[in-house]
C-alpha cells in the first residue's frame, strides 16, 4: 500500500527527491514518517508529517536539509533531500501511522502500521 521510490547515487552536496506513492486506501489523518537504515544500525527517524495538517517534523541531522511534503490529489508523500553527505547513506524506508498522537511517538519504527518497502540511497564523497 506504500511504495516508495526515487533513490539513487548521488555525490556529496547534491540532491534527491524521495517519493512514497499510498495506494489502496488513504492517509488522511495518519502520520506519514521517512526513515534509514544503514547496514548494522538501527532503523532511524528523518522526517515525519502530518497529513491532515502539513504539520512537520524533523530530528536535527536533517533540519535545515530535508523536506517532507504530501500531495492530496496524487495520494503521495515526498521527501526532499539536499546538501547530502556520506553519513545519509541508507535504505530510505517510508511508513503510515494512525494512532500517533504526540511527536515524541514519531520518532518510534514501532508506532507505525503500514511501510514501504525501502529505496536504496548512496552518497558518495
Known amino acids: 500500500q506504500l511504495q516508495a521510490s526515487g533513490g539513487g547515487l548521488v555525490q556529496a552536496g547534491g540532491s534527491l527527491r524521495l517519493s512514497c506513492a499510498a495506494s489502496?486506501?488513504?492517509?488522511?489523518?495518519?502520520?506519514m514518517g521517512w526513515f534509514r537504515q544503514a547496514p548494522g544500525k538501527e532503523r532511524e527517524f528523518v522526517a515525519a508529517i502530518r497529513w491532515s495538517s502539513g504539520s512537520q517534523y524533523y530530528p536535527d541531522s536533517v533540519k535545515g536539509r530535508f523536506t517532507v511534503s504530501r500531495d492530496n490529489a496524487k495520494n503521495t508523500v515526498y521527501l526532499q533531500m539536499n546538501s547530502l553527505k556520506p553519513e545519509d547513506t541508507a535504505v530510505y524506508y517510508c511508513?503510515?501511522?494512525?494512532?500517533?498522537?504526540?511527536?515524541?511517538?514519531?520518532?518510534?519504527?514501532?508506532?507505525?502500521?503500514?511501510w514501504g518497502q525501502g529505496t536504496q540511497v548512496t552518497v558518495s564523497s
Open positions: 511508513a503510515a501511522g494512525g494512532r500517533l498522537y504526540s511527536a515524541s511517538s514519531y520518532y518510534n519504527p514501532h508506532e507505525y502500521e503500514y
Open positions: 489502496g486506501r488513504t492517509f488522511t489523518g495518519y502520520v
